[in-house]
């Protein structure tokens, strides 16, 4: 079974600029959560998705927003990027059933630098 | 709001040398897990621990958690350097029947020979 999948694997950006992430869940997993690591904050939850709807945001502000498809993939998007958006941004995916979520299982992460 | 908290955050142990990891966490939860990660990678899931003394061994590494201390250990029998990571505790918090996992600040460890 294909686990978790993250495009792209590394982004440089320019502040100011805007950025789209996508993932792509394990088949059947239609819960899919996104996370930020920084060396400073750590590991912090962004938001949730399952069955297109966001059932759960972490806090962040505005610029960052996420969606999700019929298929399950997510994108995540963060404009006018600022330098300390620069970060490791982690993507996880699970099964719900019966609304009794599972344990996530994390891609392999977009490493995004804004200079 | 659920706070994660572990230490130590750095751990420099000698090979063949027993330790432990601790993880307090604030408020009930059903789930704790702890994550391996190595540096420039992704998280790498070791134990998921569903209830109260729950017990799990692999390899080196055995976790425990006591929900009633709001307590889970990672002990690490005799280190080798292959160990050598940050290991991460989190805990499963419910909101509005959506779950997210909020994390301890990671314990970087380091296996000297």
């Known amino acids: 079974k294909a686990g978790v999948t993250q495009t792209p694997r590394y982004l440089i950006k320019t502040r100011g600029q805007q950025v789209t992430l996508s993932c792509s869940p394990i088949s059947g997993h239609r819960s899919v959560s996104w996370y930020q690591q920084t060396p400073g904050q750590g590991l912090q939850f962004l938001f949730e998705y399952f069955s297109e709807t966001q059932r759960n945001k972490g806090n962040f502000p505005g610029r960052f927003s996420g969606r999700q498809f019929s298929n399950s993939r997510s994108e995540m998007n963060v404009s006018t990027l600022e330098l300390g958006d620069s970060a490791l941004y982690l993507c996880?995916?699970?099964?719900?059933?019966?609304?009794?979520?599972?344990?996530?299982?994390f891609g392999p992460g977009t490493r995004l630098t804004v200079t | 709001e659920l706070k994660v908290e572990q230490n130590p955050l750095f751990l420099s142990m000698q090979e063949g040398k027993n330790y432990t990891i601790y993880c307090n966490y604030s408020t009930t939860s059903d789930r704790l897990y702890w994550y391996r990660q190595d540096p420039g990678k992704s998280l790498e899931s070791l134990f998921v621990?569903?209830?109260?003394?729950a017990v799990k061994q692999e390899g080196r590494l055995m976790a425990s958690l006591d929900t009633k201390a709001r307590l889970s250990t990672l002990h690490i029998t005799a280190a080798v350097h292959d160990l050598s990571a940050t290991y991460f505790c989190a805990v499963d918090l419910v909101e509005g029947g959506s779950e997210k996992l909020v994390f301890g600040k990671g314990t970087k460890l380091t296996v000297n020979p």
């Open positions: 996880a995916s699970s099964l719900v059933l019966r609304s009794s979520s599972y344990e996530q299982y």
């Open positions: 621990l569903l209830s109260n003394g």
